[in-house]
């Protein structure tokens, strides 16, 4: 991954979008910090909460797929805030590569405060709470919409009325994991908390129903007041076993149990059946049972082993139990020792469904039968890596290569490990230990390709992915970031090679086109840039960094109206696209549509309140309207963005000596030729001004000698004379 060297450390007092005034941090996880702000435009400067996502990857592709993510969600969120108890979004905007929402600031304290404070909930106020949350996420699965993040931390008691709210949608964290891997990896991330996270959703495939297992739990918190992780799991069915906590009513166990089922098929398939089933509860007596949303069965092949049963029964079948004590002991060993392969196989399981903590339990069960189970030591290193428990991973990594020196997977493990505690050389040479150990070791040969091309050593990356492609030679992506390599050390030619392999092999990976279009391009091809890039939007539709730079290829060629239509794809495709927004209103200057060119500019000027060029090109719009004060205003603008504008001080001397203020033009000309000695149309503007001035004063004095009396006295005209030397100097 690439780091992004753009990112804004946020401060108080600090304002984002020329509007949102930082007052402090509220918190900070991994996808992001959030903020408590002022809206400084409205009356009363209301707060609202900014949260800031920042993208740990700044290279074309994954922030063009971040921009395209972050506009869907967005729009997604705007929708889900007509709902009055969820918070409204009121902006969202990208500002030096970091993303913004702004959302509605609701004042109360979070659900885990209030569970916090109670051992358990009495189970009918319990039925109520259930109720009221299910009420509200029965309207986001109505919109086709999975919260995916539902946990106390994510729902907030209103202080005002008292009325809970959800917030923080899991769906705007996705766009922050695509931005933090690579789009070269093909990880599949999960989004939750744990505790509330079921199995399909760790594997990156939550469903309507995973929301419903996140509420269930919540429901067994409040009743039970144990944390999800203290709650006890039946080993063989992966069922909660929460009952034998506390006595509750038969309805409320059932709905419960269907609620939080592991297999999501045998769950409320949304939260709108789930609050059916609640509702029975309130007009029901405790005694009767509500009766499940039907659920399928487990299959006989679904049903799990006993091996350990099935080992003892074999083990009597064979008469073994007649034999003395020491073959006994022979049997204990082996029955350990397979108890050792389960539970790392059973950490196996939990690690791939992204359930850490059960994951690393079983892993630290299996080393505690067997300590030289070199596996398991990477098992337990896999999932403290996973946990950002760097330093821990590495100790269990370097525990496996010391039972075991040539399990390469250790090797791996470790290398990541070290890389991503910024040690790069280390990693480097880790990775390279991996691959003498097994030359096809994929991960190796992809984890040393990403730290070349971090570390901008293309040439060594380009080596790296050719191994790779020996390994598998059909892998778009491989050929993909080989390209990208080339096209860093600006060999083109063999860029395009790279890209058309990619291309072949997946015709509609869009970013292959466009990094395509961005090489010919630079070889001056326009007319070839302009069909790749064309099929990179065809494949997609909302790729905003194409349809701009489509535009920038038909500007060249002289087809302005059609670059103007790009320009416009790309704004629609991201609103806050600023580059597009100015090329759009320059292309509309160019094809004197001066009022919409106006409106342009003023829409980057929003967007980027400090665009110096954007100030110039409006105050050239006003010129030319001979809107001449206007066009002074945009100019002085312009010189205090950027103080050494020599063309910005010459313009500014030109629409001042069309309102006649002459010797001010003189002094904005001065400055140009301060920055730029030998500007021709300066010293003309300049010259003409000294002449008008001189014109000026003359007339000036003229009119003065006129209107004095013959006897007027000598002090009156040392007043003149004043009058004279404070107007023209």
Known sequence: MMNNSHSINLVSGQTLGGRYQILTQLG???????????????????????KQLQPMANDPDTLQVARRLFDTEAQILHQLGKHPQIPQLFAYFEESQDFYLVQEYIEGENLAEELASHKTIAEENVIYLLSEILEILSFVHQQKVIHRDVNPYNIIRRKDDRKLFLIDFGAV??????????????????????????????????????????VGIIGIQSLTGRSPQDIPINSQTGEMNWQSLIRVSPGLTQVLNTMVRYDFRQRYPSAIEALEAIEKLKTSSSKTIAIPYKTSKLSRQDKPINIKGWLVKGV?????????????????????????????????????????????????????????????????????????????????????IQLQPRNWQAWVGRAQVLDKLGKSQEAIDTFKGAIKINKNAQEAWQGLAQIQMRLKQYSEAIDSFDRLLKIESDDA?????????????????????????????????????????NVLINLQKEEEAVEAYEKAVHFQPKFDRAWYSLGIALSRLGRNEEALNAYSQATQ???????????????????????????????VIRLFPKNEQAWYNKGNVFYILKRYEDAIAAYQQTVALKKDYDRAWNSLGNALVQVKRYQEAVNAYDRALR????????????????DLVTIERQKFEENIEQELPENEERENKDIVNKIKRSLFN
Not at 37 to 42: I, K, S
Request: charged content about 20%; glycine content about 8%; aromatic content about 14%.
């Open 28 to 50: 900070q996880g991994g996808f992001g910090r959030t903020f408590l702000a002022e809206d400084l435009y409205l009356p009363g400067h209301p707060k609202c909460v900014v």
């Open 675 to 690: 920055y730029q000695p030998d500007y021709k149309q300066a010293k003309e503007g300049k010259a003409r001004a000294e």
């Open 573 to 603: 495709a991201r609103e806050n696209n600023g580059e597009a927004w100015y090329q759009k209103g320059w292309t509309l200057h160019q094809l004197k549509r001066y009022e919409e060119a106006m409106t342009a500019y003023e829409t």
């Open 173 to 214: 964290k996705q766009i922050t994991t695509q931005m933090v891997y690579s789009p070269r990896t093909n990880y599949t991330i999960a989004i939750g908390t744990p505790g509330y996270l079921p199995s399909e959703q760790a594997i990156g495939s939550p469903k309507f129903s995973s929301d419903v297992y996140a």
């Open 316 to 400: 009597l079948s064979l008469g073994v139990i007649g034999i003395g004590a020491g073959v006994f002991v022979g049997i204990n060993y082996f029955l350990a020792s397979n108890n050792a392969i389960a539970l790392y196989q059973q950490g196996n399981t939990f690690y791939n469904l992204r359930s850490y903590d059960r994951a690393l339990q079983a892993y630290e069960k299996a080393l505690k039968i067997r300590p030289e189970l070199p596996e398991a030591w990477i098992g337990k290193g896999n999932v403290q890596q996973a946990s950002s428990n760097f330093k821990e991973a590495l100790n269990s990594y370097e525990k496996a």
């Open 477 to 517: 992506s491989s050929w993909y970031y080989k390209g990208w390599a080339w096209h860093n050390l600006r060999d083109y030619q063999e860029a395009i090679k790279a890209y058309d392999k990619a291309i072949k092999i997946k015709p509609d990976l869009s970013s292959a086109w466009y990094q395509k279009g």
